[in-house]
């Protein structure tokens, strides 16, 4: 599956999910100082965005180590895609939890908010299929974070201008094209597994 700037941009917007994320970083920013909230939104995107630049580096170093194959990744990556979509589409009930008071550092903001297994593997899939288009992926994780960043940091003023509804109308949005892509991503690995089948 050739994935160009722009698909791999989109990709990776709707895999991170900045307007999902919405709710957990005011939960777990309900703690810290409202003039500080920015600067710890803004450290969390940028740990979550070397973290995921990290993968693009060593990606197939990681694979080769495993011994996986792109195929593998591509079905596996267009499987967990398909879980994230569904829980984006129909969100699990809420469960209440204790939260540590204070300001949250890495987990759970960075890691697995934004940077979760399925970036992750999204990262490792680009590079392993395309490696000469390792600039175009970071440029597409640069927009992204971005993104996110501005989403995240402008968050309260979304949530309060466009309303709670809006927010998870949206945000199921996001799932239904996640859950397409993945079924696309799943239907390509297969075909390349049948036709390396019949032809061994």
Known sequence: MQYTFLSATILLILITDPIGNIPIFANALQHVAPERRPRVILREVMIAFLLLLTFMFVGESFLRVMNLNELSLQIAGGVILFLIALRMIF?????????????????????????????????????????????????????????????????????????????VALERLMGLVLVAVSIEMMLRGIKIFVKQVAGA
């Open 91 to 167: 969100p699990p009930a809420k469960v209440e939890t204790a939260e540590p008071v204070g300001e949250p550092l890495i987990v759970p903001l960075a890691i697995p908010a934004i940077a979760g297994p399925s970036a992750l593997a999204t990262v490792l899939l680009l590079v392993s299929q395309q490696p000469e288009k390792r600039m175009e992926w970071i440029a597409a994780l640069c927009v992204t974070m971005t993104l996110s960043a501005v989403v995240l940091v402008l968050a309260e003023r979304i949530q309060r201008v466009a309303g709670d509804r809006f927010v």
